[in-house]
């Protein structure tokens, strides 16, 4: 596979703009006091794209079990180690959906996502994260 090129590019010293190989962008924000946040920090855009992995795997897998989705959202708690470097140490990720009828699928799609698709949790279990789930049906 040829290596996909990005680049992170300093806006201000408390701002950067990272532009990735498909060409999208993320403004990652530090602020300094009295600014006002306008973008992840790098370290909360990891949080995110852990979610944002699974959420797509999950949809995608109980569509085609034809188990639709009406709403969907994760919830995710994170704990940082507390000495330097305050690397990620636990994960846990709540899946809240309505509209799936089989419970059974909505785990399965969840392990699915968790063990073989989702790329991010992945690549954090094996750095040593302690990655939890749950999921709650709503409605």
């Not at 290596?3 to 999208?24: D, I, N, Q, W």
């Not at 969907?72 to 140490?89: D, M, N, Q, Y």
């Not at 059974?104 to 949790?121: F, G």
Request: proline residues 6%.
């Amino acid at each position: 596979m040829e290596p996909r090129k990005s680049v992170v590019e300093m806006v201000t010293p408390t701002k950067f703009l990272a532009t990735g190989y498909s060409g999208a962008k993320v403004l990652f924000h530090n602020p300094a006091e009295g600014e006002v946040r306008e973008g992840p920090s790098p370290f909360e855009a990891v949080v995110l794209a852990a979610g944002g992995c699974t959420a797509f795997d999950v949809v995608d897998i109980l569509r085609k079990k034809r188990d639709p989705v009406g709403s969907f959202r994760i919830e995710l708690e994170s704990v940082r180690a507390k000495g330097l470097p305050t690397v990620l140490e636990k994960l846990h990720l709540t899946y809240v959906l309505k509209g799936p009828k089989k419970e059974a699928n909505v785990a399965r799609a969840i392990e699915l996502s968790q063990e073989k698709y989702c790329s991010v949790n992945i690549m954090l279990k094996r750095a040593g994260v302690d990655v939890t789930v749950s999921y709650r049906l709503e409605g």
